[in-house]
Nanobody
Framework: VQLQASGGGLVQAGGSLSLSCAASRNISSINFMGWYRQAPGKQRELVAAITSSGTTNYVDSVKRRFTISRDNAKNTVFLQMNSLKPEDTAVYYC?????????WGQGTQVTVSS
């Protein structure tokens, strides 16, 4: 599976960005799709995940601000980020797990200025 992430950029604190991750194949059977992020000097962390049934999960720091969704018809997973904070600055990666194989997108930079 090839993943193409897009939508990153520079935004002021309090602003919004929407990330997209398009997959090269049908995603309807992919149970786990997620967004990770990695800030300079920090470990990569799981930010949000969504299952094939639509169950979502978020790291506490983004709850009520970020929303993950998926459009199986477009083979795309989204991350809507609202009320962005400087601490959200990181490279964001999409990830899918299908069977025993995991695949990463190329990463997209999100920078939030104070």
């Amino acid at each position: 599976v090839q993943l193409q992430a897009s939508g990153g950029g520079l935004v002021q604190a309090g602003g919004s960005l929407s990330l997209s991750c398009a997959a090269s194949r049908n995603i309807s059977s992919i149970n786990f799709m997620g967004w990770y992020r990695q800030a300079p000097g920090k470990q990569r962390e799981l930010v949000a995940a969504i299952t094939s049934s639509g169950t979502t999960n978020y790291v506490d720091s983004v709850k009520r601000r970020f929303t993950i969704s998926r459009d199986n018809a477009k083979n795309t997973v989204f991350l809507q980020m609202n009320s962005l904070k400087p601490e959200d600055t990181a490279v964001y990666y999409c990830y899918v797990l299908t069977g025993l194989s995991g695949y990463w997108g190329q990463g997209t930079q999100v920078t939030v200025s104070s």
